[in-house]
């Protein structure tokens, strides 16, 4: 009798460990299939970053006339410091014919300054966990060039720094970027095709 019951026992151990099986090489095929679905996936996604990337460079190669801040959408140069502030420090210091010597020969003073790999006017702070690079406003050459010149050349030049910082740290040369001048913001590939075709029809 106990010779049976070892014997059903063991027929019903072998039947759950069939089942057991199937069940388990269905779940490898499940598996399979899904990491399949998601190498796809992510082969399409990479393919769609690219091809994005490439419509976004061909977009800022595209016309120059798009460079003017009068323009909602259009490219900026990161990391250029704007020499209209300098032209309008040097108006309240300068005669007409030294005005426009002066504010060139201050920009690209500073403009060299800011590709200058060397010159890093940036403090390290803690902002809700995370460490964040901030301007130091304790730089002596910032804070002699706020002193001589005002808050308007020296926003200039920390612009350029605060871009050149985000968009090229470490080539340090000013990079041309597709941007929202209203909302003052890196604009997105779809505003640029709709400003585009809105500026066809017009």
């Not at 003073?109 to 590709?115: D, I, R, S, T």
């Not at 050349?153 to 209203?182: C, H, I, Q, T």
Request: with cysteine.
């Amino acid at each position: 009798m106990e010779d049976q019951n070892m014997r059903t026992k063991v027929e019903d151990l072998k039947a759950e460990l069939k089942v057991m099986k199937k069940e388990l090489e269905e779940k490898e095929d499940s598996l399979q299939f899904m990491e399949n679905l998601n190498r796809t996936l992510m082969l399409k996604e990479r393919r769609s970053n690219e091809e994005l990337q490439a419509a976004r460079k061909e977009a800022i190669i595209g016309p120059e006339t798009m460079t003017s801040n009068l323009m909602t959408i259009g490219i900026k140069r990161m990391g250029e410091v704007v020499r209209k502030r300098f032209q309008d420090a040097c108006l309240k210091k300068f005669c007409s014919r030294e005005r426009e010597e002066k504010s060139a020969e201050l920009c690209s003073l500073w403009q060299e300054k800011v590709h200058d790999a060397n010159w890093h006017p940036f403090k390290k702070e803690t902002i809700a966990g995370k460490q964040i690079e901030m301007i130091d406003e304790n730089d002596e050459e910032l804070k002699e060039l706020r002193e001589e010149w005002g808050d308007k050349v020296y926003k200039a030049v920390v612009d350029a720094m605060l871009d050149m910082n985000e968009y090229n740290p470490s080539g340090r040369y000013v990079v041309r970027e597709l941007w929202n001048f209203k909302e003052g913001r890196r604009a997105s590939l779809k505003e640029v095709i709709r400003y585009i075709i809105k500026q066809w029809k017009t």
